[in-house]
């Protein structure tokens, strides 16, 4: 089901893929606010078993971004328990 926002649909499917850069890695988002710069930047680092990425002065990012993670964790906890009750109940018959 396709929301209204495209961006938010886009970061969705970006996530969703099975990329090797995302697989098996924990995803860290970080919103700072800096006096010092007045410049927005998303910083990205890639470690062996994470990515951090730094939303700098820029609020609709992070937001944005933690609102895709925070989706996609509700629909695999969802898919989870799902499995898990179909597992339940074809053990019950």
């Known amino acids: 089901m396709k929301s209204k926002n495209k961006i938010l649909d886009s970061f ?11 697989k098996n890695r924990i995803i860290q988002i970080t919103g700072f606010k800096s006096d010092f710069m007045e410049t927005k ?38 898919q989870l328990q799902e499995k898990k009750e179909n597992e339940t109940s074809i053990g019950a018959a």
């Not at 062996?48 to 990012?61: L, V």
């Open 12 to 22: 969705e499917e970006f996530i969703a893929l099975p990329l090797s850069i995302l």
């Open 41 to 78: 930047s998303i910083d990205i680092e890639l470690t062996d078993d994470a990515i951090h990425i730094n939303c700098i002065n820029n609020e609709s990012a992070y937001n944005l971004l933690s609102s895709v993670i925070y989706k996609r964790k509700l629909i695999k906890q969802k």
